[in-house]
């Protein structure tokens, strides 16, 4: 429990989402090909780009909520869609959270996650089952508060938030859309993985990689 996530980190976190998403964008682009207007990968990456940029040439110490309201406002501003504002909202609503100024515990980044996705669910009004990203960060959080209070290790923790992440993504198949564009097709959602749930997989998955190799500073 003793493991600190410091900001640098937390930056090498959203670069290996960025590079993550921008290596699937053509994939994003197929999955709201399907059930939505074909811009989520386009509107990923421009976002992504961004971001790339604001976190490079950014190597300045600063706290993480600040960090934080940084990545959101170039999410907000940089993506565009439906996601921008949503993803935006998540790491605004984050940043809100407590922290040991520029470092979190794992209770800490915890509860940063659940600030997010208590943000993005006021914000954007679908809960779980709509077939949108919250079908992959609701049970993502909901695996990590549970890990974490069994006292589990970071690796183990995020390895539970991965876990429950990727089900949440592949459970999106299953099931109609009832919120964002996906929903005007109705029944004819069903059958397709809802691009944003993937593109929010890509965040715990990318959490689990980054937050856990030894010898992390
Ligand atoms: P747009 O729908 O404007 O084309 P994008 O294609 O970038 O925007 O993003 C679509 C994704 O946004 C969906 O796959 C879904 O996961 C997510 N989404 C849409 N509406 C909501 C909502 N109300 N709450 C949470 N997520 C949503
Ligand atoms: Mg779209």
Do not use: C
Not at 10 to 37: Q, S
Not at 63 to 80: E, K, Q, Y
């Amino acid at each position: 429990m003793g493991q600190e996530i410091t900001v640098t980190q937390l930056r090498r976190w959203l670069l290996a989402y960025a590079a993550r998403i921008i290596e699937n964008e053509d994939h994003l682009t197929e999955l709201d090909t399907a059930i939505g207007d074909a811009d989520h990968g386009v509107n990923m990456r421009r976002g992504m780009g961004k971001l790339q940029e604001r976190l490079q040439d950014e190597e300045q110490t600063e706290d993480i909520g600040s960090f934080l309201r940084s990545v959101a406002m170039t999410l907000i501003s940089g993506v565009g869609g439906a996601a921008g504002p949503l993803y935006g909202t998540f790491f605004l609503r984050a940043a809100t959270s407590p922290t040991n100024g520029s470092s979190v515990d794992l209770a800490q980044l915890t509860q940063m996650f659940r600030f997010g996705l208590d943000g993005l669910q006021q914000r954007g009004k679908a809960q779980t089952d709509d077939k949108t990203m919250i079908d992959t960060i609701q049970p993502a959080v909901e695996a990590m508060e549970a890990a974490l209070a069994t006292q589990q290790s970071t690796a183990v923790v995020l390895a539970a938030a991965r876990q429950a992440a990727h089900l949440g993504m592949k459970h999106t198949i299953e099931i109609e859309a009832r919120k964002g564009r996906a929903s005007y097709l109705g029944p004819h959602s069903i059958g397709h993985q809802d691009p944003g749930a993937t593109s929010a997989y890509f965040l715990f998955e990318t959490a689990a990689e980054v937050f856990t190799k030894t010898g992390a500073d």
